[in-house]
C-alpha cells in the first residue's frame, strides 16, 4: 500500500467534496492518505479525515467573474508567506515518506510531488479545458487562453489527469516507480545535445547542422516525418526567409545609407534622437535588430551628426538601440514570428499576428517619443 500526499483546493466546496469520496476509497483500499488544504477546503474535510492546513492561493471575482489582475496583486505579497508553507509541506512529505501525490487543482502538493521526484496524478474537471479538444466562439477565445493557461499553472507537468466527466488524460504511473524516456526520445536528446556542441564547440552553420539532425531523426524514424513536416509553420518560416532575403538586398544596395541620407535631410539637432528611433524602430519591425539595424547604422552615427549639423553621437546611438529594440516582437521579425508559429490553431494564430504587429508599429512611435525626451538626458548623465 501507498504513502500518498493528498492536495486539495479550499475554494468553494466543489474539490472538497470530490476528494471526500476518493479518499474514502483510497483509505478503504488500504493507502494512508494525508490531507493538505486551507480555507473551506479544510473545514469540509476535518470532520472525517485529519488535514494538515497549508497556504492557499485565492483568486479575486467581481459579478461572479474571476479577475486574473486583481487575484495576481492580491497574491503578490503572499509569497514570501507560501514559499514558507512550501517548505514546511516538503519537511512533512519527508517525514511521512510519501510515494505519491494526488492534487486536486492544489498546487503545492504538485510542485513538492516534482521536487521529491516523485508521481503526480491530477484529478479535477478544470483540466478539460487543457486536455480535451474544445471549439470556442470567437469573443471568447482569449479568456478561453487565459484560463487554459491558469490550469496549466495551477499544477504543473502532473503525470496524469483523472477529469471529472471520466476523461484521462494519461495513464497513472504506479507509486514509486520510475518514470523511463523511450527510444525515440532518448535518441532526440542525444541528436539535439550533438547539434548544440557542434554548432557552439565547432562553430559549425547552425541551419545545415539542424538539416542534417532533422534528417537523422528521419532515417531513425524517431517520429512520423510526414506528421512533423505538417505541422511545421511553413507560412511563418516562408515570410521570414523572404523579410531576411529582402533586407539583404537593402543592404547590399545601399538602401539603408539612402535612409540615413534621407533621415539627415529631414531632422534637426533638436529633432535627431526621436527621429533616428522612430525609423530604426520601423526598420526593426520586418528584419533583425541585431543582425541588421544595429550593425547598419550604428557605424553612420558620427556622419549622421555630421550631416544634421549637431546633435549628440552617444544620444544617437542610445536612440538607434531603443528605438529598435522595443519593436522586437513584431511578427515579421524573427521573435514575434517565432511567437506566431508557436500557436497552433489558425484563427488565434492570425489574430495574435495582427496583435503583435499592432504593438510593434505601435512601439515604433513610444520609441520615437521616449529617446526625444529622455535620450539626451541619459547621455549627459
Excluded at 471520466?166 to 524516456?181: M, N, S, V
Excluded at 535627431?272 to 541588421?292: M, Q
Amino acid at each position: 500500500m501507498a504513502n500518498i500526499l493528498y492536495g486539495v483546493n479550499g475554494e468553494g466546496s466543489g474539490h472538497s467534496s470530490r476528494a471526500h469520496e476518493v479518499l474514502k476509497h483510497l483509505q478503504a483500499g488500504g493507502h494512508t492518505v494525508h490531507v493538505v488544504s486551507f480555507d473551506r477546503g479544510r473545514k469540509n474535510l476535518s470532520a472525517n479525515f485529519e488535514v494538515t492546513d497549508i497556504f492557499g492561493l485565492r483568486l479575486a471575482y467581481a459579478k461572479n467573474r474571476v479577475r486574473y489582475g486583481r487575484t495576481v496583486l492580491r497574491n503578490l505579497f503572499k509569497v514570501p508567506k507560501a514559499a514558507r508553507s512550501m517548505r514546511r509541506l516538503q519537511k512533512l512529505a519527508a517525514q511521512w515518506k510519501i510515494q505519491l501525490v494526488i492534487t486536486d487543482f492544489e498546487p503545492l502538493s504538485c510542485l513538492v510531488g516534482h521536487q521529491m521526484r516523485l508521481p503526480v496524478i491530477s484529478i479535477d474537471n478544470q483540466h478539460v479545458l487543457v486536455c480535451g479538444e474544445i471549439s470556442y466562439p470567437r469573443g471568447y477565445r482569449r479568456e478561453a487562453a487565459v484560463a487554459r493557461m491558469v490550469t496549466r499553472l495551477m499544477t504543473p507537468r502532473a503525470d496524469a489527469h483523472d477529469l471529472a466527466g471520466g476523461h484521462t488524460g494519461g495513464t497513472a504511473p504506479i507509486a514509486g516507480a520510475e518514470i523511463l524516456l523511450d527510444r525515440s526520445q532518448l535518441l532526440t536528446i542525444g541528436v539535439i545535445s550533438v547539434w548544440v556542441v557542434a554548432v557552439v564547440g565547432f562553430r559549425v552553420n547552425v541551419g545545415l547542422a539542424a538539416f542534417g539532425a532533422a534528417t537523422i531523426l528521419a532515417l531513425a524514424r524517431a517520429a512520423d516525418e510526414s506528421a512533423a513536416v505538417k505541422r511545421m509553420p511553413w507560412g511563418i518560416i516562408i515570410m521570414v526567409s523572404g523579410i531576411s532575403v529582402l533586407i539583404g538586398v537593402l543592404e547590399k544596395s545601399g538602401g539603408m545609407e539612402l535612409f540615413a541620407a534621407l533621415l539627415a535631410k529631414l531632422a534637426t539637432p533638436a529633432t535627431i534622437n526621436g527621429s533616428i528611433a522612430f525609423i530604426t524602430g520601423l526598420i526593426s519591425t520586418w528584419s533583425s535588430t541585431s543582425g541588421v539595424v544595429l550593425p547598419a547604422f550604428l557605424p553612420t552615427v558620427p556622419s549622421l551628426v555630421s550631416q544634421v549639423g549637431g546633435g549628440d553621437p552617444l544620444a544617437v546611438a542610445l536612440s538607434i538601440n531603443v528605438g529598435s529594440s522595443l519593436v522586437d516582437v513584431s511578427p515579421l521579425s524573427t521573435l514575434g514570428a517565432l511567437c506566431v508559429a508557436a500557436v497552433v490553431d489558425p484563427p488565434e494564430s492570425r489574430r495574435l499576428f495582427r496583435q503583435l504587429m499592432i504593438w510593434g508599429l505601435s512601439m515604433s512611435v513610444v520609441g520615437a517619443v521616449l529617446c526625444q525626451l529622455l535620450a539626451g538626458v541619459l547621455a549627459r548623465a
